[in-house]
């Protein structure tokens, strides 16, 4: 296939500018066609890097859209490393069941890889699509509904000590993204923000709301710095036993306990509300271990972002390791086959070297079982007891689960 056609008429070629609005019109028929809100369409078509971006064409009429940001994706160690976001892939009904997809995925990993790029990354509408393209879930995220009229938090000592104060969201941007910036390399999966991105927090399009207030903003202090902040509405409702409000976390970071806990003691005790409901939180939030009563939080496990090595030896250089490892991995790989082959893997926690190698397997695995694990909140010993891994050499399989493995759960703070 060339590089911007199809044998079948259907060109596959970069996007121009102009061509944008038919473009994500494409994109969004294909969910559903229910118009954005105009500050949404508005901030994506800033967002949209043009000279990442595909588009499949039948004569005039656009039938396919794909896109890539230019992210850096925090891993384990700490690095920010250049990653691919995936954004923006759509097939018209009309053209489904032509490999329309395939090449898609084809053109986009290929440009990936002449980027020099390392990883390509993705949140899924449909998780058992792109499997066949080598991305596999590599962190969750958690739902929760917490009943606050029976749920109390115990603090941590120093949490009378922390001033919260109401900010407007837009007033207060700039200290709530330093904090934020602050919290990434902590965390496998975080995105460094770039310009233009620190605007994604701030949509507040009254359409959106579902009877909620706009947006609202409360920051954490002590001696003057700011030390965390909550970005939340408040849902008013009432029926015959009185006020049973609703609040709905938005957004939230802290950097110490104490601040952390001051923010979610106040989400907590918000007046005329008994509820509280927070989505796509990581799974190891520390309020969870706060809390008095667990059964009425009612955490709900879900897939998050979905990680696909493009070239493994960069990868898995790219990161940090929480144990000494020295293991050659037999990778297979049929959609990227340059991937495909044996590594030699040597890493630590100050870094790690991943070249070819003819010595013998130690492991066998394929592109996807090292996607969900290359964050760490995955183990290669449970991909193992799946039948996903195999374990040639007697004591490799342990050796490099622990080594692949986070202390902090991985966590996306953010869609794209």
Not at 256 to 263: G, K, N, P, S
Request: hydrophobic share 45%; aromatic share 8%; with cysteine.
């Amino acid at each position: 296939m060339a590089r911007d056609g199809r044998s079948d008429g259907i060109v596959v070629r970069g996007l121009a500018r102009v061509q944008w609005d038919a473009w994500y019109d494409t994109l969004l028929r294909a969910f559903g066609g229910v118009p954005e809100p105009a500050e949404e369409r508005e901030l994506f078509n800033a967002l949209t890097e043009i000279d990442r971006s595909l588009g499949a064409w039948d004569g005039e009429e656009c039938v396919g859209t794909a896109g890539a940001f230019s992210f850096r994706l925090t891993v384990p160690g700490g690095a920010a490393v250049p990653a691919a976001g995936v954004t923006m892939v759509s097939v018209a009904a009309t053209h489904r069941r032509r490999g329309l997809l395939t090449s898609l995925m084809r053109r986009q990993l290929d440009d990936v890889r002449s980027w020099g790029w390392p990883l390509a990354v993705l949140t899924a509408s449909e998780p058992d699509i792109y499997g066949r393209f080598g991305y596999a879930v590599a962190t969750h995220r958690v739902d929760v509904e917490v009943d606050t009229a029976r749920v109390r938090l115990s603090v941590p000592p120093g949490t009378d000590e922390v001033r919260l104060r109401y900010a407007a969201p837009a007033d207060v941007l700039d200290v709530c993204e330093a904090v934020y910036a602050r919290k990434v390399p902590g965390r496998p999966g975080m995105l460094v923000r770039l310009p233009g991105w620190e605007r994604l927090p701030l949509l507040d399009p009254e359409a959106s709301r579902a009877g909620a207030s706009p947006l609202q903003c409360v920051l954490a202090e002590r001696d003057g710095e700011v030390a965390g902040y909550a970005r939340f509405r408040v849902r008013p409702e009432s029926d015959a036993g009185g006020p049973r409000g609703t609040v709905i976390v938005e957004d939230t970071e802290a950097l110490d306990a104490a601040a952390h806990a001051a923010l979610w003691r106040f989400l907590f005790d918000i007046d005329l509300t008994c509820t509280l409901t927070a989505r796509g939180r990581p799974v190891d939030e520390p309020w969870q271990y706060l809390v008095s009563d667990p059964r009425r939080c009612h955490p709900r496990l879900h897939d998050a972002l979905y990680v696909r090595l493009v070239d493994v030896g960069a990868a898995l250089e790219a990161r940090a390791y929480q144990a000494p490892v020295d293991v050659v991995l037999d990778v297979e790989d049929a959609f990227c086959p340059w991937n495909g082959g044996r590594w030699r893997l040597i890493g630590d926690t100050k870094g790690a070297s991943c070249e070819r190698t003819d010595e013998a397997a130690d492991l066998a695995l394929s592109v996807r079982e090292l996607g969900a694990a290359y964050l760490g909140g995955v183990t290669l010993d449970a991909l193992a007891a799946a039948g996903r891994v195999r374990e040639l050499r007697q004591g490799a399989l342990a050796e490099a689960s622990v080594a692949f493995a986070s202390t902090v759960a991985p966590w996306l703070p953010h869609g794209f």
